[in-house]
């Protein structure tokens, strides 16, 4: 269990890591973003959906979702338990090439919407409504929502280096790439599951075979957001004691 600031904390691990090696942080998070492609294409092949091209158009944003969601857990993860203390450089990485898995479905998706007007798939019809309960919601909301998501991770993106810290200085730029990140995370989420949720209740209703994979990570997302309000509220609660 964690004692101290997160800064503290943060400093005692960074203070492990005596050889950084940039390189290999690299390649790490990459193969383990190709695993996560493997896995998350082979769970939609057992649910019998084929693997075309939108489908692997999902995958990958699915996996660019788990990669920032990591990215942003490792946070909570590392000062609650201190197992996971040196996997904190990763951070940057995941972020990153979670960014980069994103941006590659966000231009697949994007050339759907403004120039093929015959697209297969009704996601990329801006006219189309997605039922949400009651309530009929256009289909530009997830398209808007995206297009904000995808604008804030390149701006965090931008800033991920050392000269923008200076520049910015070490708190504020802190404060941008979490509070902005989050926000963005949280857009996503209106992004797909404005398009998921009749799926999730279908299931959810009458569960027949293996969960939707948005669904695993809807429940994903939601314990991201669960462990950053759980470090914030300890955090706070050792500031008052």
């Known amino acids: 269990m964690a004692t101290g600031t997160f800064a503290e904390k943060h400093n005692k691990i960074t203070a492990k890591i005596t050889q950084p090696n940039d390189n290999r942080y690299w390649v790490n998070t990459i193969l383990f973003s190709f695993v996560l492609v493997f896995l998350l294409a082979a769970y939609?092949?057992?649910?019998?959906?084929?693997?075309?091209?939108?489908?692997?158009?999902?995958?990958?944003?699915?996996?660019?979702?788990?990669?920032?969601?990591?990215s942003f857990a490792l946070s909570g993860l590392t000062y609650f338990w201190n197992f996971v203390d040196t996997k904190v450089v990763?951070?940057?990485?995941?972020?990153?090439?979670?960014?980069?898995?994103?941006?590659?479905?966000?231009?697949?998706?994007?050339?759907?919407?403004?120039?093929?007007?015959?697209?297969?798939?009704?996601?990329?019809?801006?006219?189309?409504?997605?039922?949400?309960?009651?309530?009929?919601?256009?289909?530009?909301?997830?398209?808007?929502?995206?297009?904000?998501?995808l604008g804030i991770f390149a701006y965090m993106t931008i800033i991920s280096n050392k000269y923008s810290m200076l520049e910015l200085g070490g708190l504020m730029w802190r404060k941008q790439l979490?509070?902005?990140?989050?926000?963005?995370?949280a857009l996503i989420v209106i992004h797909f599951g404005l398009k998921r949720f009749n799926v999730?209740?279908?299931?959810?209703?009458?569960p027949n075979g293996l969960p939707p994979h948005s669904l695993i990570?809807?429940?994903?997302?939601?314990?991201?957001?669960?462990?950053?309000?759980?470090l914030y509220f300890h955090q706070k609660r050792k500031k008052s004691i």
């Open 44 to 70: 939609q092949t057992v649910k019998g959906i084929r693997l075309d091209v939108y489908q692997l158009n999902i995958v990958f944003s699915f996996t660019g979702m788990y990669l920032i969601g990591l």
């Open 90 to 149: 990763y951070r940057k990485y995941l972020g990153l090439v979670g960014f980069y898995y994103v941006f590659s479905h966000s231009l697949f998706s994007l050339v759907n919407y403004l120039l093929i007007p015959s697209a297969p798939q009704p996601s990329f019809d801006l006219e189309y409504n997605w039922r949400v309960g009651e309530m009929l919601i256009s289909n530009s909301w997830a398209f808007l929502s995206a297009l904000a998501s």
């Open 178 to 185: 979490r509070y902005l990140g989050y926000f963005a995370y």
């Open 200 to 206: 999730w209740t279908n299931w959810l209703s009458e």
């Open 217 to 230: 990570l809807m429940v994903f997302v939601i314990l991201v957001f669960v462990l950053r309000i759980a």
